[in-house]
T-cell receptor, first 109, second 115 residues
Framework: RKEVEQDPGPFNVPEGATVAFNCTYS??????FFWYRQDCRKEPKLLMS???SGNEDGRFTAQLNRASQYISLLIRDSKLSDSATYLC??????????FGQGTILTVHP | GAGVSQSPSNKVTEKGKDVELRCDPISGHTALYWYRQRLGQGLEFLIYFQGNSAPDKSGLPSDRFSAERTGESVSTLTIQRTQQEDSAVYLC?????????????FGPGTRLTVT
């Protein structure tokens, strides 16, 4: 079983839609969690950190449930520019990142 | 300021040859990580450097892979006797320190193709 598992999608949604991605992790030693965004043939870039209290950044909301080892990302009012691969990521105490396979999102007009 | 840079951006090599990949981290970043991303897959951790501490090599897939870093500067990843399964994008990342929760900044990667 992979340490971080995501539904690979692809998700195809119209502009303005709300879309949710889920992720589960198996390593209880993981201390921090993130969502990274990766555009085609580009390097990953940090989208947002994920906290148990939940956190919001504009149209993006992330949530962590340590008890069920579950992480989510909600995107509201999708834009064409949101099309990308979204990577669920866990981090050890020294920063080693463990990546999920990624969820592909395509937002169409 | 300057981000993480990697060279070469693309490398095509014949099976059995050695290759050397280079990473220049962001100045002042003490932690440096190498990852590999095969086509259609997530990133896999390879190796981690933190200052002058012994590196964490737990992700290196075989003894054909090695990496070095001098102090808090440039790092090189060497793959000896390349195999076709080594074809991937090799990504380097750096962060201010090797601590959970600190953002890692990725370079553009080196796309390695072994023919």
């Amino acid at each position: 079983r992979k340490e971080v598992e995501q539904d690979p999608g692809p998700f195809n949604v119209p502009e303005g839609a709300t879309v949710a991605f889920n992720c589960t992790y198996s390593n209880s030693a993981s201390q921090s969690f993130f969502w990274y965004r990766q555009d085609c043939r580009k390097e990953p870039k940090l989208l947002m950190s994920v906290y148990s209290s939940g956190n919001e950044d504009g149209r993006f909301t992330a949530q962590l449930n340590r008890a069920s080892q579950y992480i989510s990302l909600l995107i509201r009012d999708s834009k064409l520019s949101d099309s990308a691969t979204y990577l669920c990521v866990g981090s050890t105490s020294y920063g080693k990142l463990t990546f999920g396979q990624g969820t592909i999102l395509t937002v169409h007009p | 300021g300057a981000g993480v840079s990697q060279s070469p951006s693309n490398k095509v090599t014949e099976k059995g040859k050695d290759v050397e990949l280079r990473c220049d981290p962001i100045s002042g970043h003490t932690a440096l990580y190498w990852y590999r991303q095969r086509l259609g897959q997530g990133l896999e951790f390879l190796i981690y450097f933190q200052g002058n501490s012994a590196p964490d090599k737990s992700g290196l897939p075989s003894d054909r892979f090695s990496a070095e870093r001098t102090g808090e500067s440039v790092s090189t990843l060497t793959i000896q006797r390349t195999q076709q399964e080594d074809s991937a994008v090799y990504l380097c990342a750096s962060s201010l320190e090797g601590t959970s929760g600190i953002e890692q900044y990725f370079g553009p990667g080196t796309r390695l193709t072994v023919t």
